[in-house]
């Protein structure tokens, strides 16, 4: 099976990249003897590039050239170029790559009807070449970001182009959130505009706000700082740095954020590229998470933050890691699921850790978890044996639960803070094909998934009918 990601957006492909190297990274770990094994294909592909240009595909034997399974589109070829530049150019060739020079303006308009129209033929063509390599495509990835043009205008372009293209692939989403102190002022606009289409067109979609990422990268710090993981601690967390990694260019400000959301992905892609015994396919999380087409937003946490590569930190209990999972300090958005509603919840598990470990914790954590009625053993749980590079074991929990409604409550109200005053709706409007009815409709997308949220709440969780059926006049 393979996932085809796809990054969109400066933020999209800084983080794509930072998973990349990452991901080469592990397998580096494990794969000692350089063959090009099933785990190595989930995605990348053994290029023979001796005849030049793109080469047959080998499918046995050594490692000649990796290329990975990826698009990377961006309408600035700013970080694009970086990429290219830097120690992972050999992994992407100019088949994978759409750039222009001008950038969306901070303007979703622009990147979803602009840009989304100049270059539908080109995005589609790359993506038909990239997924005819694949034997079994099991899902589509966007990285992308929510405030930005390219990120959210055409990152939810790319994603309508692949419903059409693909209708029978899953469309995962992960989504980085502007925070309320964003310095994009028209971000409200773009995050809602994008809102819409991801409640229309994405089978899962997995929200993560700066502000959560922000207070992670704060607190290991301070931890490193106060000398609370002991006295032998080096500086860099795996989790958060690039440590180790090709890379020797000096870090930059989102490197560390940036490093959260690759390690979130690796978590979640685990299954896919490695044995386990209880491995889980990623359209697995859809069909178990998500009981509800609109409601596909998924709160993330991940642990542990600050176990690092290079230094014997004796490891937390599993025990531990367990609760970690399920704190506020551990998730990659502000929320408070312990409080609200679970829908459902999948705990994916790397390292060496037994179903037992799994469902004596599961049992120990779930009193203090509100789950609905009908769905009291909602749970689902992967297993892979192989732990994430300079750690014994990792977990990341995924959690459906009512909690998301708060974030998009307050995207609403900045929202409408600006739509109120009619403040800088011009620049969308003298773009060909947008029209006011687009914020009208996007805002009353957003208030009608608020409104399942609060209807769940509402039922504290007992029966409910979904809200979605057709009303059928007898």
């Known amino acids: 099976p393979v996932s085809l990601p796809s990054a969109v957006g400066q933020c999209g492909n800084q983080v794509g990249c930072r998973f990349w190297d990452l991901a080469l990274r592990e397998h580096a770990a494990v794969n000692k003897k350089g063959i090009y094994d099933e785990s190595l294909s989930s995605f990348f592909r053994n290029v023979d590039t001796r005849s030049g240009g793109d080469g047959p595909d080998i499918y046995k034997g050594k490692i000649c050239s990796l290329k ?84 959210s205008g055409l990152g939810t372009f790319v994603l309508n182009l692949l419903e059409d293209e693909f209708p029978e692939v899953y469309r995962f989403v992960t989504s980085v959130y502007p925070s309320g102190e964003d310095d994009v002022i028209t971000s409200p606009y773009n995050s809602v505009l994008a809102m819409k289409e991801l ?27 106060s000398g609370k993981l002991g006295s032998t601690v080096k500086q860099n967390s795996l989790v958060t740095s690039s440590a180790g990694s090709t890379k020797t260019v000096q870090e930059k400000p989102f490197d560390a954020m940036n490093n959260i959301v690759a390690n979130l992905l690796l978590n979640l892609t685990s299954s896919a590229r490695f044995e386990g015994s209880l491995n889980m396919d990623l359209n697995e999380i859809s069909m ?31 025990d531990q890691m367990f609760s970690d999972a399920f704190s506020r300090d551990h998730q990659l958005i502000q929320a408070d699921p312990k ?30 978890l509100h789950f609905v009625s009908w769905n009291q053993e909602g749970w689902k749980t992967g297993l892979c044996s192989v732990p994430p590079v300079g750690r014994s074991h990792s977990l990341l929990a995924l959690a459906n639960n009512t909690c998301v409604k708060p974030t998009f409550i307050e995207l609403k109200d900045r929202f409408m803070k600006l739509y109120k005053k009619k403040a800088h709706l011009h620049h969308y409007l003298h773009i ?43």
């Open 432 to 474: 060909d094909g947008m029209e006011q009815s687009c914020f009208s409709e996007a805002i009353s997308s957003l208030s009608d998934l608020i409104e399942e949220y609060n209807e769940l709440d509402a039922t504290k969780g007992g029966p409910r009918t979904d809200p979605s059926r057709l009303k059928i006049a007898v």
């Open 199 to 225: 409640n229309e067109h994405a089978d899962c979609v997995l929200p993560i706000e700066n502000e959560s990422l922000f207070d992670i990268v704060n607190k290991i710090h301070q931890m490193i700082d």
């Open 68 to 151: 990975a399974r990826a698009l990377l589109i961006d309408m600035e070829e700013g970080v694009v170029n970086e990429i290219l530049q830097g120690p992972l150019r050999d992994v992407f060739d100019s088949k994978q790559l759409i750039t222009d020079v001008s950038g969306s303006g901070n303007n979703w308009a622009v990147g979803h009807k602009l840009y989304g129209y100049q270059y539908r033929e080109n995005i589609v063509e790359k993506l038909r070449k990239t997924a005819e390599h694949c034997d079994c495509l099991q899902c589509f990835f966007i990285i992308h970001s929510m405030g930005g043009g390219t990120g």
């Open 288 to 318: 178990n998470l998500v009981p509800f087409p609109r409601l596909h937003y998924l709160v993330s946490s991940l642990t542990p933050l600050y176990t690092l590569a290079d230094v014997n930190v004796p490891s937390r209990r599993l």
């Open 339 to 368: 409080h609200s509603l679970y829908l459902a919840c999948a705990l994916l598990v790397r390292g060496n850790v037994q179903v037992s470990d799994l469902r004596r914790n599961i049992e120990r954590l779930k009193p203090s």
